[in-house]
């Protein structure tokens, strides 16, 4: 099909779909008049009810927990996924550890990226994991801290210490934290069952309002996620440098 | 009253779904299709939205002040999360693609 046809078959779809979609926003409620009943009873509830004062967190991980679960296992396929897609291949072998780039030398890293990027790090880790801690009190949560912990090991990489991070890719430890994440999510809401109740449900004491160790099983699952979520995002993102700065065609 | 955000969402699943079309190139089209998703953020924080609202997040203000819809924001979300797997998935093939063929032409290779 050229891309005449494309454009023509397009905009073709694209006036049906506008049609539809004005149809479908006429439905909608005037912007900022929303009242959806679950939500305000969440936001009144939420806090009485479960100690938490982060109401977003309180929906992902403990009233909707168990879509969560899925959503976290569709992160874990997407991750194995990834990870098979991009095995060697039987015409690949390992080459030496470095950036390459088609028809040009690449240049060194600088000292000053360098300072920078490692000097980063640690205060990058260091706020990913008050993030995931926090889930429950304040915005934030696993998924989120999660990825601000992956973003302290892309630092690490920017900075040129590609060594370091190879050693990180043979290690599988990785795969072993991704994993236990996901094992953990599940172990506390067996807990749930374990109690006599149902499966994820809060079943564990609530603590006081705005403490560190409050909102029963949403600061667990919130660290179980951000396991998960930061070791498959550091995963992914070595196997992505593992195919362009390590993986060389053979023949 | 405003129609103004969605809009916006309209306009930028419009333009994503436009640049996954027309692409002639598969990491352009993977992004657009992440501009084509980013749609759906816009309409799910918008659909929540409630003027003079606070945000639903309670350790400075009492439960009784009015929040905005904190189920849309919890599905926004994940729909984040779904946009940066499948992001991941698809570069992944684009990667094995240009390994196979030497383009990323979504026609394939010039002749």
């Known amino acids: ?251 | 009253m405003t129609y103004l955000p969605y809009a916006v969402a309209a306009w930028l699943f419009a333009v994503g779904l436009y640049g996954v079309v027309t692409s002639r190139n598969m990491l352009h089209q993977i992004i657009s299709l992440s501009v084509a998703q980013a749609s759906t953020y816009v309409l799910l924080l918008s659909v929540g939205f409630r003027t003079h609202a606070t945000a639903p997040v309670f350790g400075d203000v009492p439960p009784t002040r009015t929040a905005v819809d904190p189920v849309v924001q919890a599905l926004s979300l994940t729909d984040v999360v779904v946009g940066a797997t499948v992001t991941a998935l698809l570069l992944a093939i684009a990667v094995q693609v240009h390994k196979r063929t030497g383009s990323l032409d979504p026609e394939g290779p010039a002749t």
């Open chain 1, 1 to 251: 099909m050229t891309l005449r046809t494309r454009r023509a078959v397009f905009l073709l779809a694209a006036a049906v779909f506008t049609g539809l979609l004005l149809w479908g926003f006429g439905g909608l409620p005037h912007f900022g008049t929303f009242q959806g009943a679950y939500g305000v009873i969440l936001d009144h509830g939420a806090v009485p009810e479960r100690h938490i004062t982060d109401v977003v967190t309180a929906v992902n991980f403990d009233y909707r927990g168990f879509d969560t679960l899925g959503e976290e296992f569709i992160f874990f396929a997407a991750v194995v996924g990834v990870t098979c897609i991009l095995r060697a291949q039987p015409d690949e072998a390992s080459g030496h550890i470095a950036d390459y780039a088609f028809g040009r030398a690449v240049p060194p890293t600088s000292d000053a990226v360098r300072v920078l990027g490692l000097g980063l790090t640690p205060p990058t880790v260091l706020f990913g994991l008050y993030v995931i801690a926090h889930g429950h009190l304040t915005p934030g949560g696993g998924f989120q801290g999660g990825v601000i912990l992956a973003t302290g090991v892309l630092l690490i990489y920017l900075a040129g210490e590609l060594d370091d991070l190879h050693g990180l890719y043979t290690v599988p430890a990785l795969e072993r934290a991704e994993a236990l994440g996901a094992a953990a999510y599940i172990a506390i809401g067996l807990a749930g069952l374990l109690a006599g109740s149902a499966f994820l449900q809060n079943v564990w004491p609530l603590g006081r309002v705005g403490h560190l160790l409050s909102a029963g099983t949403v600061a667990p699952i919130d660290l179980a996620v951000g396991l998960e979520i930061g070791a498959g995002l550091v995963l992914l993102l070595v196997t992505f440098l593992h195919q362009t700065i390590v993986l060389r065609r053979t023949r």
